[in-house]
């Protein structure tokens, strides 16, 4: 069985760093691409980065590049998501969610999500 | 930067079929996915690379994609598919979201 559990989620002022991790189990990590992606509570959907299965190519959505740096460790089946000079905008649930392939295209799996919140 | 557009909503009654629809330029040419989500859960895939219906998602789910346009359908609706709806594609090294669409089985 698919399993992603995502940690890490806190309360933390504008400005300040955060480091999530997802602990994934039940498949091959490292030939699957796994994604980030972030909802504010009562809106939509918003992808925020995801890395390919070797972990060798990175994508960032627009909002986040420069701020958050995704990284996996697939001895430890753990995908990691550093993120700093946080905003107020970033406040949201962080869901990590396993691709269908080795690169992003879309997701088969969701863990049950992180909150995120910034604010002073 | 590429834009996919649903309706806000949906209404349908029981029994009877819901569409979704989900645009964007040339979205054809690309693998579309569709998410549920009920209020309080992780979203779930019910179609995936345009047509194929994950394990455990009922058959009265099914999914199209041509021209500018993929359609989620729901045959028989029942009260428990009453949810936010997700398209999605990829393009351009970036995941795209629609904006959802909430079902409502009245």
């Known amino acids: 069985e698919v399993q992603l559990l995502e940690s890490g989620g806190a309360l933390v002022q504008p400005g300040g760093s955060l480091r999530l991790s997802c602990a994934a189990s039940?498949?091959?990590?490292?030939?699957?691409?796994i994604n980030w992606v972030r909802q504010t509570p009562g809106k939509g959907l918003g992808w925020v980065s995801g890395i390919s299965g070797s972990g060798g190519i990175t994508y960032y959505a627009d909002s986040v590049k420069g701020r958050f740096i995704i990284s996996r460790d697939n001895s430890k089946n753990t995908l990691y998501l550093q993120m700093s000079s946080l905003r107020a905008e970033d406040t949201a649930i962080y869901y990590c969610a396993k691709d269908v392939q080795w690169a992003p295209r879309g997701f088969d799996y969701w863990g049950q999500g992180t909150l995120v919140t910034v604010s002073s | 930067s590429y834009d996919l557009t649903q309706p806000p909503s949906v209404s349908v009654s029981p029994g009877q079929t819901a569409n979704i629809t989900c645009s964007g330029d040339n979205l054809g040419e690309k693998y579309a996915f569709w998410y549920q989500q009920k209020p309080g859960q992780s979203p779930v895939v019910v179609i995936y690379q345009n047509t194929t219906r994950p394990s455990g998602i009922p058959e009265r789910f099914s999914g199209s994609n041509s021209g500018n346009t993929a359609t989620l359908t729901i045959s028989g609706t029942q009260a428990m598919d009453e949810a936010d709806y997700y398209c999605q594609a990829w393009d351009s090294s970036t995941v795209i979201f629609g904006g959802g669409t909430k079902l409502t089985v009245l």
């Open positions: 039940g498949f091959t990590f490292s030939n699957f691409a």
